[in-house]
C-alpha cells in the first residue's frame, strides 16, 4: 500500500510524470485525447448514459484530473441529461502548480480545470464531495489507497475507468482486493475500460465477475482492455461495506418531495442538497423556536485532532467543503483567514505537530512566527449562507408538534391535530425538539440518558462590538481559547466585531428563557484583553447575544434514519452478550424519516457535508462519505452503545 501524501512529480515534454514509479500521468502523444478514446469510448459511456437519469462513473487513479475533466467536458457537448457522479480514488494528490500545468496544455478544457482547483481540497486522508453546474456533474474525490478506499463506498457504478500507474510499476494498485471491490460496487451490465492489456489484470477482472476482451490500444500501444460485468456466478450482492455494522445501514427513500422540520442550518443544508439532485423540498420554520443559526457570525476552522481516525477525516472534509460550498462564497468578511493565537509560546509544539501530521499545503495551512494560520478559513455571515442555501426552496411558517404515518404518507400535526403538510419523507432538523417531537409522535425512546437522540443543551454568549471602536485589533480572525471575528456587516449596514464565546450547561427548563449575563460578559472580555490587546473606545456600542446549542456528548452529530426503537432492541440485544456477534439483519426503520441534529458551534461546518450526506443518502446516491463515519453519525448510536455496555450497567432503555 503507497504511503499517503503529496504527489512527486517531474516534467517530460510538458506531460507530467510520477519520480516514485517512473511513468507518464497520460500518454505523451495526447493525453486528453487517449481519456477520450480509452476511457469515455472503451467503458462506452456516452451511449450508456443517454437514457439514465443519474451516471455514476469509478476511477481508480485520480492523478491530473484529466479523465474526470474529459468526460465533464463530454457531457456539456453532447449535452447529457444524467447527472454524473464520478467517484475517483488518490493516494498521492497533485499540488496546485502541477495541477495548473497539466490542464494548461489542453485548451480545450481549460474552464472546467480551472473550476476543478478552485474546489479542490487539501490533501486530507479521506472522501471529498464537490459539485459543478449546479449539481448536474458531481466529484466524489477518494484521497488514500485505492483498494482501501473503496472498501468504504456504499454506492452502485456504471462505468470504471481504470487508470493508475503501469502495472509493472506500482503492482499496489492492480490488486485481487481491488478488484473485489469493483465486482462488490458494480451495477448489472456495469463496463469498464483500462490502458493496460497485462495477463494478471484481464484474469483478476474475470474471476470477480467481468467478461474481459483485448481491443486496439491507442497511439502507440498495441492492446488494452474492455470488459462487462455480468456476476454469472453471484459473487456479488449488497454493495454496502462489509464494515458498516447492520443496525446502521444506509437507507435510501423514492419520494420526490421532502418536508424538512427546522430552518436553521441543519435543515437549509439538506435542502439545498436535495434540490442539487432535483428533489423538491419544503422547510416548515416553528414562529418560536429558538435557532443557533441565528448568531451574527460563525467561525469556520477545522477541528484539528493527531490521530488519524475517521473522526479527523469528518472534520477536515466537512470544513474543505463548507468554505468551497457555492452558498458560502460570497458571505466571508473581506478580511479571510483565521491567525490562532500562541501569545505564551506554550503551543508551539502542538502547532509545529499539526503542521506535519497535516502536510496540507500553504494556501491551506502554516505558521507565522509562533501562531498557526489558514488563509482559507475565517469569518462568514449565518444569515446570508442561509438565504442562499434556501433561495428556491418553498418555506411554511408552523409550529409541527408531531408526526403521524398515515398509509404511504407522513402528516405534520400542529397542537390541534391539524395537518400542516402531507408528505412522503420526512427530516427532522429540529435541534433540541428532535426527540420531543419524535416521544409525542409516538416513535421515540427513553434511556436512562433521557430521550434520544440524546442531546444536551449548551448556553453560548458572545459580545457585538462597533468595528471601528475596536482599535489596536488586527482585522483578520482570532482563536486564543477565545475567538474575535473578521468584520462583517450586519442588517443596519453597519460593520461589526463578534467576541466569545461562553460555554454554559443548560436544564431544559430554562432554555426559553436563556439570556445574557453581565458576569459572562465581563469574563468575555477580561479573556480577549490578556490574549490579544487592543481597546474598545466606545463601550457603549457592545451588544451582547446569547443563543443555545444542541451539543452531544461524543462531539458528533446525528445523521441518519430515525429507527424502530423496539425493532432495534430486539435485533441487536446479542450486543449486549458480546459486541463481536453479528446480527441477523437490520432492524426496522421508519420509511421515510430522517434527522440530522446535534451540530453543536460547528453548525456551518458540519451543515453542509451532512446535508449532502443525507441528500445522496435519500436519494440512493453514492455517500459521500466513508462506512468507517456511517455508525459514528447514526442517530441509534447511544442506545447500541448502551446495549453493549448493558452488563457493566445492568440497565436498559426504556421503550
Same mark, same amino acid.
Given at each position: =500500500?503507497?504511503?499517503?501524501?503529496?504527489?512527486?512529480?517531474?516534467?517530460?515534454?510538458?506531460?507530467?510524470?510520477?519520480?516514485?514509479?517512473?511513468?507518464?500521468?497520460?500518454?505523451?502523444?495526447?493525453?486528453?485525447?487517449?481519456?477520450?478514446?480509452?476511457?469515455?469510448?472503451?467503458?462506452?459511456?456516452?451511449?450508456?448514459?443517454?437514457?439514465?437519469?443519474?451516471?455514476?462513473?469509478?476511477?481508480?487513479?485520480?492523478?491530473?484530473?484529466?479523465?474526470?475533466?474529459?468526460?465533464?467536458?463530454?457531457?456539456?457537448?453532447?449535452?447529457?441529461?444524467?447527472?454524473?457522479?464520478?467517484?475517483?480514488?488518490?493516494?498521492?494528490?497533485?499540488?496546485?502548480?502541477?495541477?495548473?500545468?497539466?490542464?494548461?496544455?489542453?485548451?480545450?478544457?481549460?474552464?472546467?480545470?480551472?473550476?476543478?482547483?478552485?474546489?479542490?481540497?487539501?490533501?486530507?486522508?479521506?472522501?471529498?464531495?464537490?459539485?459543478?453546474?449546479?449539481?448536474?456533474?458531481?466529484?466524489?474525490?477518494?484521497?488514500?489507497?485505492?483498494?482501501?478506499?473503496?472498501?468504504?463506498?456504499?454506492?452502485?457504478?456504471?462505468?470504471?475507468?481504470?487508470?493508475?500507474?503501469?502495472?509493472?510499476?506500482?503492482?499496489?494498485?492492480?490488486?485481487?482486493?481491488?478488484?473485489?471491490?469493483?465486482?462488490?460496487?458494480?451495477?448489472?451490465?456495469?463496463? *469498464?475500460?483500462?490502458?493496460?492489456?497485462?495477463?494478471?489484470?484481464?484474469?483478476?477482472?474475470?474471476?470477480?465477475?467481468?467478461?474481459?476482451?483485448?481491443?486496439?490500444?491507442?497511439?502507440?500501444?498495441?492492446?488494452?482492455?474492455?470488459?462487462?460485468?455480468?456476476?454469472?456466478?453471484?459473487?456479488?450482492?449488497?454493495?454496502?461495506?462489509?464494515?458498516?455494522?447492520?443496525?446502521?445501514?444506509?437507507?435510501?427513500?423514492?419520494?420526490?418531495?421532502?418536508?424538512?422540520?427546522?430552518?436553521?442550518?441543519?435543515?437549509?443544508?439538506?435542502?439545498?442538497?436535495?434540490?442539487?439532485?432535483?428533489?423538491?423540498?419544503?422547510?416548515?420554520?416553528?414562529?418560536?423556536?429558538? +435557532?443557533?443559526?441565528?448568531?451574527?457570525?460563525?467561525? =469556520?476552522?477545522?477541528?484539528?485532532?493527531?490521530?488519524?481516525?475517521?473522526?479527523?477525516?469528518?472534520?477536515?472534509?466537512?470544513?474543505?467543503?463548507?468554505?468551497?460550498?457555492?452558498?458560502?462564497?460570497?458571505?466571508?468578511?473581506?478580511?479571510?483567514?483565521?491567525?490562532?493565537?500562541? +501569545?505564551?509560546?506554550? +503551543?508551539?509544539?502542538?502547532?509545529?505537530?499539526?503542521?506535519?501530521?497535516?502536510?496540507?499545503?500553504?494556501?491551506? *495551512?502554516?505558521?507565522?512566527?509562533?501562531?498557526?494560520?489558514?488563509?482559507?478559513?475565517?469569518?462568514?455571515?449565518?444569515?446570508?449562507?442561509?438565504?442562499?442555501?434556501?433561495?428556491?426552496?418553498?418555506?411554511?411558517?408552523?409550529?409541527?408538534?408531531?408526526?403521524?404515518?398515515?398509509?404511504?404518507?407522513?402528516?405534520?400535526?400542529?397542537?390541534?391535530?391539524?395537518?400542516?403538510?402531507?408528505?412522503?419523507?420526512?427530516?427532522?432538523?429540529?435541534?433540541?425538539?428532535?426527540?420531543?417531537?419524535?416521544?409525542?409522535?409516538? *416513535?421515540?425512546?427513553?434511556?436512562?440518558?433521557?430521550?434520544?437522540?440524546?442531546?444536551? @443543551?449548551?448556553?453560548?454568549?458572545?459580545?457585538?462590538?462597533?468595528?471601528?471602536?475596536?482599535?489596536?485589533?488586527?482585522?483578520?480572525?482570532?482563536?486564543?481559547?477565545?475567538?474575535?471575528?473578521? @468584520?462583517?456587516?450586519?442588517?443596519?449596514?453597519?460593520?461589526?466585531?463578534?467576541?466569545?464565546?461562553?460555554?454554559?450547561?443548560?436544564?431544559?427548563?430554562?432554555?426559553?428563557?436563556?439570556?445574557?449575563?453581565?458576569?459572562?460578559?465581563?469574563?468575555?472580555?477580561?479573556?480577549?484583553?490578556?490574549?490579544?490587546?487592543?481597546?474598545?473606545?466606545?463601550?457603549?456600542?457592545?451588544?451582547?447575544?446569547?443563543?443555545?446549542?444542541?451539543?452531544?456528548?461524543?462531539?458528533?452529530?446525528?445523521?441518519?434514519?430515525?429507527?424502530?426503537?423496539?425493532?432495534? *432492541?430486539?435485533?441487536?440485544?446479542?450486543?449486549?452478550?458480546?459486541?463481536?456477534?453479528?446480527?441477523?439483519?437490520?432492524?426496522?426503520?421508519?420509511?421515510?424519516?430522517?434527522?440530522?441534529?446535534?451540530?453543536?458551534?460547528?453548525?456551518?461546518?458540519?451543515?453542509?457535508?451532512?446535508?449532502?450526506?443525507?441528500?445522496?443518502?435519500?436519494?440512493?446516491?453514492?455517500?459521500?462519505?466513508?462506512?468507517?463515519?456511517?455508525?459514528?453519525?447514526?442517530?441509534?448510536?447511544?442506545?447500541?452503545?448502551?446495549?453493549?455496555?448493558?452488563?457493566?450497567?445492568?440497565?436498559?432503555?426504556?421503550?
Amino acid at each position: =500500500m503507497p504511503k499517503f501524501g503529496r504527489a512527486d512529480v517531474s516534467w517530460r515534454d510538458g506531460v507530467p510524470i510520477s519520480t516514485v514509479f517512473d511513468d507518464p500521468y497520460y500518454s505523451l502523444e495526447n493525453g486528453l485525447e487517449e481519456s477520450r478514446f480509452v476511457f469515455l469510448s472503451g467503458a462506452d459511456v456516452i451511449r450508456r448514459s443517454s437514457n439514465k437519469d443519474l451516471f455514476n462513473i469509478g476511477e481508480t487513479g485520480f492523478g491530473s484530473g484529466l479523465n474526470f475533466l474529459a468526460t465533464w467536458d463530454a457531457w456539456r457537448r453532447h449535452n447529457i441529461r444524467a447527472r454524473l457522479v464520478f467517484v475517483s480514488a488518490e493516494a498521492n494528490p497533485m499540488d496546485m502548480v502541477h495541477l495548473s500545468k497539466a490542464h494548461s496544455h489542453f485548451p480545450a478544457i481549460a474552464e472546467l480545470g480551472r473550476e476543478l482547483r478552485q474546489a479542490m481540497p487539501p490533501p486530507a486522508k479521506g472522501f471529498h464531495i464537490r459539485h459543478f453546474d449546479g449539481g448536474r456533474i458531481s466529484l466524489l474525490l477518494m484521497y488514500g489507497d485505492a483498494a482501501e478506499a473503496y472498501s468504504t463506498l456504499n454506492a452502485r457504478i456504471d462505468a470504471w475507468y481504470l487508470d493508475g500507474f503501469a502495472p509493472a510499476k506500482n503492482k499496489s494498485m492492480w490488486t485481487d482486493d481491488l478488484f473485489y471491490q469493483l465486482g462488490r460496487l458494480s451495477a448489472p451490465e456495469s463496463t *469498464l475500460a483500462t490502458f493496460t492489456a497485462a495477463g494478471f489484470v484481464k484474469r483478476g477482472l474475470a474471476s470477480v465477475g467481468f467478461d474481459m476482451r483485448k481491443t486496439s490500444g491507442f497511439g502507440r500501444k498495441r492492446e488494452r482492455l474492455v470488459g462487462t460485468f455480468s456476476d454469472t456466478k453471484q459473487l456479488h450482492g449488497d454493495p454496502i461495506p462489509a464494515n458498516i455494522s447492520k443496525w446502521a445501514h444506509p437507507v435510501s427513500c423514492s419520494s420526490r418531495h421532502v418536508a424538512i422540520l427546522g430552518g436553521g442550518i441543519a435543515g437549509a443544508s439538506v435542502a439545498y442538497a436535495l434540490g442539487l439532485r432535483g428533489v423538491k423540498c419544503t422547510i416548515i420554520e416553528s414562529p418560536d423556536a429558538p +435557532k443557533a443559526s441565528s448568531l451574527p457570525a460563525a467561525i =469556520m476552522a477545522p477541528r484539528f485532532m493527531l490521530d488519524d481516525t475517521p473522526d479527523r477525516g469528518f472534520f477536515s472534509s466537512a470544513f474543505a467543503f463548507s468554505i468551497s460550498h457555492s452558498a458560502y462564497a460570497t458571505t466571508f468578511s473581506k478580511h479571510q483567514g483565521i491567525r490562532y493565537i500562541d +501569545k505564551s509560546g506554550q +503551543k508551539k509544539e502542538r502547532f509545529h505537530r499539526i503542521l506535519k501530521e497535516y502536510a496540507w499545503s500553504e494556501d491551506w *495551512l502554516g505558521l507565522d512566527e509562533n501562531d498557526l494560520v489558514l488563509p482559507k478559513a475565517g469569518t462568514i455571515s449565518p444569515m446570508l449562507v442561509l438565504n442562499k442555501l434556501t433561495k428556491n426552496v418553498k418555506k411554511v411558517t408552523a409550529k409541527v408538534m408531531r408526526i403521524e404515518k398515515c398509509k404511504s404518507k407522513w402528516l405534520l400535526q400542529d397542537h390541534n391535530h391539524e395537518t400542516v403538510l402531507e408528505t412522503d419523507c420526512v427530516v427532522l432538523a429540529t435541534g433540541l425538539a428532535t426527540p420531543h417531537i419524535l416521544n409525542n409522535s409516538g *416513535l421515540g425512546i427513553e434511556t436512562t440518558q433521557g430521550l434520544e437522540p440524546a442531546q444536551r @443543551p449548551s448556553g453560548g454568549q458572545l459580545e457585538i462590538v462597533d468595528a471601528m471602536a475596536l482599535v489596536g485589533v488586527s482585522e483578520q480572525t482570532l482563536s486564543y481559547g477565545g475567538y474575535a471575528s473578521a @468584520p462583517l456587516e450586519n442588517e443596519d449596514k453597519k460593520s461589526v466585531r463578534t467576541i466569545g464565546t461562553s460555554f454554559e450547561p443548560l436544564e431544559n427548563r430554562s432554555l426559553k428563557n436563556h439570556k445574557t449575563k453581565k458576569s459572562t460578559q465581563t469574563k468575555i472580555f477580561q479573556n480577549f484583553f490578556e490574549m490579544i490587546g487592543g481597546t474598545i473606545e466606545d463601550t457603549g456600542s457592545i451588544q451582547s447575544w446569547a443563543g443555545v446549542r444542541a451539543t452531544v456528548a461524543d462531539h458528533m452529530p446525528y445523521a441518519g434514519p430515525v429507527p424502530v426503537w423496539e425493532d432495534l *432492541l430486539e435485533v441487536c440485544a446479542p450486543l449486549s452478550q458480546d459486541a463481536t456477534n453479528e446480527l441477523e439483519r437490520p432492524p426496522a426503520v421508519h420509511e421515510g424519516l430522517y434527522c440530522l441534529t446535534g451540530l453543536g458551534s460547528k453548525g456551518f461546518q458540519y451543515g453542509p457535508l451532512l446535508g449532502d450526506y443525507l441528500a445522496a443518502m435519500i436519494t440512493g446516491e453514492a455517500i459521500p462519505i466513508p462506512s468507517t463515519l456511517i455508525a459514528k453519525l447514526h442517530p441509534a448510536r447511544s442506545v447500541v452503545k448502551s446495549l453493549i455496555r448493558q452488563n457493566n450497567r445492568g440497565s436498559m432503555p426504556k421503550t
